[in-house]
């Protein structure tokens, strides 16, 4: 399992659409390859990380920032 199938697979399970984005065939491959679920424990994990309070100088992205 790579970090983008994790974070598909979370959307996924949150009832969300995920939107991944690559041009790279080899990419998608791997993106689609979700034959896993993650469990009630971790998906209660994820939801309930601490924010993060401070993106330093990245702040200034709209992003980041909070201003989207």
């Known amino acids: 399992m790579k970090i983008p199938q994790l ?3 979370y959307t996924l399970q ?3 659409i ?3 984005k690559t041009g790279n065939p080899e990419h998608m ?5 979700l034959d896993f679920q ?3 424990e971790d998906m209660e994990l994820l939801k309930n990380f601490k924010k993060i309070k401070s993106y330093g ?3 200034n992205f709209p ?3 909070g201003k989207m």
């Open 14 to 16: 949150l009832g969300a």
């Open 63 to 65: 992003v980041y920032g």
């Open 7 to 9: 974070c598909i697979r």
């Open 38 to 40: 993650i469990s009630a």
């Open 57 to 59: 100088d990245s702040g």
């Open 29 to 33: 491959k791997s993106n689609a390859q």
């Open 18 to 20: 995920s939107l991944p």
